[in-house]
């Protein structure tokens, strides 16, 4: 039992995280965790990551709930659209 709890620990943690994901070669999409009061620019640890050379910013959406809009959360959700350079 005291295994399950470090285990939904991470769950947790990974559900808040920022995630990215890939929409053609250069392409990349940033889905953010909730941020109180939003954010004005992506990820900078995860752009730099996918794109080391730089990037630039191609669309933002920003949305409040959960990314999936399927439950009520507090913060505000932005998805970053990135190309790389």
Do not use: K
């Amino acid at each position: 039992m005291r295994a399950l709890l470090p285990l939904a620990l991470l769950f947790l943690a990974a559900c808040t995280e920022a995630s990215v994901s890939r929409v053609d070669s250069r392409t990349f999409v940033i889905e953010s965790g909730g941020i109180p009061g939003g954010s004005e620019g992506p990820n900078r640890r995860l752009a730099e990551r996918v794109c080391p050379g730089g990037y630039r910013v191609v669309d933002q959406t920003v949305h409040r709930n959960t990314p999936d809009r399927a439950r009520d959360e507090p913060g505000v959700f932005t998805n970053w659209t990135i190309r790389c350079l």
